[in-house]
């Protein structure tokens, strides 16, 4: 199996996870942390679709070798291939801000929960919250981003089998 059929894999099976969790594990337990794990495993599933796309170009040599880290490959995304493949502007912007909150979370001094909200501090205790219908939202538009990935790379799928 080519690298970019392993990611787009493991971007449905972290989305599977993310929804899962929102949809089935929050409901019950009602402990809002479980959105920010959610948020996590968004955010791994739009970097895996979005690494999909890149090693698929890459193996057709569409773009040059870059280098594997999230912010070289973002950006390579962004430049060359949303606009190659029509992929809706919308889907960057949420992984930037999915990865914010995921940094956010990493530097805050404190986070709480309050009113079935998780809220993260920054360093002045600026408040960034984050809610089930916020994190709800963000999973439907990674189904959508998903399943166009999904549509991109087999295309060709036939070579590879």
């Known amino acids: 199996m080519e690298k970019f059929q392993e990611l787009r894999d493991e971007a449905n099976k972290k989305l599977q996870l993310a929804d899962h969790i929102l949809t089935m594990t929050y409901p019950l337990v009602k402990n809002p942390h479980l959105l920010l794990s959610s948020i996590e495993n968004l955010f791994l599933a739009f970097s895996y679709g979005m690494?999909?796309?890149?090693?698929?170009d890459l193996l057709f040599k569409r773009i040059s070798p870059f280098p594997d880290?999230?912010?070289?490959?973002?950006?390579?995304?962004?430049?060359k291939c949303t606009k190659r493949y029509n992929i809706n502007e919308e889907y960057i912007k949420i992984m930037k801000d999915l990865?914010?909150?995921?940094?956010?979370?990493?530097?805050?001094?404190?986070?709480?929960?309050?009113?079935?909200?998780?809220?993260?501090?920054?360093?002045?205790y600026r408040t960034r919250a984050i809610s089930h219908n916020?994190?709800?939202?963000?999973v439907e538009k990674?189904?959508?981003?998903?399943?166009?990935?999904s549509t991109i790379v087999s295309k060709d799928e036939s070579i590879f089998r």
């Open 51 to 56: 690494g999909s796309v890149l090693y698929y």
């Open 69 to 79: 880290n999230f912010t070289s490959k973002f950006e390579v995304f962004k430049d």
């Open 99 to 124: 990865r914010d909150i995921i940094i956010a979370h990493k530097k805050s001094p404190m986070e709480f929960s309050r009113n079935e909200r998780f809220i993260i501090c920054n360093g002045d």
């Open 134 to 138: 916020e994190v709800k939202s963000y």
């Open 142 to 149: 990674a189904k959508l981003f998903i399943k166009n990935i």
